[in-house]
């Protein structure tokens, strides 16, 4: 057997300390389920079960994700440190992940898609602003993953960093939307994005998507180009501003020569603003998902 199969020793504490991890990610995912159905008419098992809500599924199911995603960031953080410390540790910074998600979330409705009530649309079964809105909380998760990592410890200082810097990621992401915003009411005739979206476009919402999560991704490799300074709280907000706008507009440039260039000869604008084509559309959310990974991997070297 041992020629066939060579396992990496480990250590029986590694096993109890994943139990706890384990169980307390559960947990949190519990607790992300309750505050989902807290403020809304119907439980979740309603949504779900009852009337069958394909879009409210969508967007719980974006919820779901974007946690586990932050809480990979904590995971085996504590290793080591005993099996308290481990515990309070996950809980501490589990808990933080679920409000800056659910702020992430706020802002992202009130402040970047402001003329859609995502909330009722959802409840409606509108499929394509529960898209965007599970793009939305997985970006948000994302960035904060590549914080976490970013950060040392778990003392106050490095929960200002990961606040402060979140905050000042998310304004990015809610600028680049505005010139998503510009570019289609430029291609249409003055004609509104965040209308079209209300009207179930599906195409456009399947490309923002694909906007919004490269623009994470990308955004997120910032952690490989700075440097945490514990006490340095105005460099740290400044240094992630200025790389996410480098890196941001980048990606938004790469990705339209590669658009021009892979699909030359067809408007795809019009393909998919006007003709509402998904395949042309899903083809964008690859590009921008893709380039961004490339330059995740790149930077990571």
């Known amino acids: 057997m041992d020629a066939l199969l060579k396992l990496v020793p480990l250590s029986n504490d590694l096993w109890i300390y994943l139990a706890i991890d384990v169980a307390l990610a559960l947990l949190l995912l519990v607790l992300m389920k309750w505050l989902t159905g807290l403020f809304r008419k119907n439980t979740v098992t309603e949504e779900l079960g009852v009337k069958d809500n394909f879009a409210f599924g969508i967007s719980i199911a974006g919820g779901m994700l974007s946690l586990c995603i932050v809480l990979s960031s904590v995971v085996g953080r504590h290793v080591g440190q005993g099996y308290q410390d481990a515990a309070i540790g996950m809980l501490t910074f589990g808990l933080i992940g679920i409000i800056l998600v659910k702020f992430g ?158 699909l030359y000869g067809m408007n795809y604008r019009q393909e998919v603003d006007q003709q509402h084509n998904v395949g042309v559309a899903c083809l964008g959310l690859t590009l921008s998902i893709g380039i961004a990974l490339i330059v995740n991997g790149v930077l990571g070297h």
């Open 105 to 262: 979330r706020y802002a992202h409705d009130k402040l970047v898609l402001n003329r859609v009530d995502t909330v009722a649309m959802i409840s409606d079964r509108s499929v394509s602003i529960a898209l965007v809105d599970a793009a939305s909380l997985i970006a948000s998760a994302i960035i904060l993953r590549s914080m976490m990592l970013w950060v040392d410890g778990s003392n106050m200082n490095a929960i200002i960093a990961i606040s402060t810097g979140f905050a000042v990621v998310l304004t990015i992401l809610m600028v680049m939307t505005r010139i998503y915003e510009a570019r289609y009411a430029r291609d249409n005739q003055n004609d509104s994005f965040q209308g079209a979206l209300r009207k179930g476009q599906m195409a456009l919402a399947i490309e923002h998507s694909g906007n919004l999560l490269g623009t994470a991704m990308v955004v997120s490799a910032a952690n490989k180009l700075l440097t945490y300074h514990p006490a340095g709280y105005v460099s740290n907000v400044t240094g992630w501003l200025i790389v996410s706008v480098v890196l941001a507009i980048s990606l938004h440039l790469t990705v339209m020569l590669s658009k021009r260039i892979i």
